[in-house]
């Protein structure tokens, strides 16, 4: 999430509008979250959660 420019360009004018500190990571400190994504999924399937092969993705959700 951190290495995600559209939410570091919106969280860096929130903070500016509201005259807040705002703190990223350097991206070089920010890393894929893919091991944690598979780490919650793993532990989601292990208490016996399971998905529908129809379930989908929305990669365009938009942030209100």
């Known amino acids: 999430?951190?290495?995600n420019s559209e939410l570091?360009?919106?969280?860096?004018?929130?903070?500016k509008?509201?005259?807040?500190s705002l703190f990223i990571p350097r991206?070089?400190?920010c890393t894929d979250?893919?091991?944690m994504v598979a780490a919650a999924g793993y532990e989601r399937l292990r208490h016996g959660f399971?998905?529908?092969l129809e379930l989908t993705a929305e990669p365009?959700?938009?942030l209100r």
């Open 33 to 35: 979250n893919g091991a």
């Open 17 to 20: 509008i509201h005259h807040l």
């Open 8 to 15: 570091r360009r919106r969280l860096e004018a929130e903070a």
């Open 60 to 62: 365009n959700l938009q």
């Open 1 to 3: 999430m951190s290495a």
């Open 50 to 52: 399971e998905s529908s």
């Open 27 to 29: 991206l070089d400190f």
